[in-house]
Each structure stands twice: as structure tokens, then as C-alpha cells.
């Protein structure tokens, strides 16, 4: 068993940043991947980034602006956004992967990019 635990999160003006926390309860070398989701208001929820060992990925609407990260001696992933937008706007979550086959999540953290 894995617990995610995110923190984080706030509200932020447009073009602001915020960095974003995943805590887990274990090795987080043992954990892959680990990546980043979010949901807004009304819609699926989407990819945002992952790190596969010191491999990273993202999806094309957060290049260049997102920048995910972990810190095995704290067991934690971060994930640096930059020049956030309004449609950023989402609950993010944590999530990891352990024996190919086991899928933990975090309980979100609320991110709101507003004037």
C-alpha cells in the first residue's frame, strides 16, 4: 500500500507559478512512474507529466511551462508550473504506479489561475 499525499496548491493570478507537492509513504525509486493528473469543472481527467527514474514527459498543452521533478531522500515529486493560465484551472493529482500494476492516487489539491 502507497499513500500520495499532495499539497501545494492556492489560487494564482494569470502568468503567476505555483510548485506543487507529492509526498509518498514510501521509496519513490520503487514507484514508477509517478506523474501528475488534473481534472477541471465538467471535463475528463487529463495527463499533465511524468518521471520514469530521471526520465521526464508532459503533455503538449504544459511544455515548455511545467516542469516535473522528485527527490528520492524525501520521497517526493514536485511539479514547478510557470506562466499558468486560466485554463489551467483543476484539481491535481498525484498518481504512481508500483509492480506495473498497482495504481495509487493522492486526494488533489485545488490549483485556480484568476484575476
Known amino acids: 500500500q502507497v499513500q500520495l499525499v499532495e499539497s501545494g496548491g492556492g489560487l494564482v493570478q494569470p502568468g503567476g507559478s505555483l510548485r506543487l507537492s507529492c509526498a509518498a509513504s514510501?521509496?519513490?525509486?520503487?514507484?514508477?512512474?509517478m506523474g501528475w493528473y488534473r481534472q477541471a469543472p465538467g471535463k475528463q481527467r487529463e495527463w499533465v507529466a511524468n518521471?520514469?527514474?530521471?526520465?521526464?514527459v508532459y503533455a503538449n498543452s504544459v511544455k515548455g511551462r511545467f516542469t516535473i521533478s522528485g527527490d528520492n531522500a524525501k520521497n517526493t515529486i514536485y511539479l514547478q508550473m510557470n506562466s499558468l493560465k486560466p485554463e489551467d484551472t483543476a484539481v491535481y493529482y498525484c498518481?504512481?504506479?508500483?509492480?506495473?500494476?498497482?495504481?495509487?492516487w493522492g486526494q488533489g489539491t485545488q490549483v485556480t489561475v484568476s484575476s
Open positions: 498518481r504512481g504506479v508500483v509492480d506495473t500494476w498497482q495504481v495509487y
Open positions: 514510501r521509496s519513490i525509486s520503487r514507484i514508477n512512474p
Open positions: 518521471i520514469i527514474g530521471g526520465d521526464t
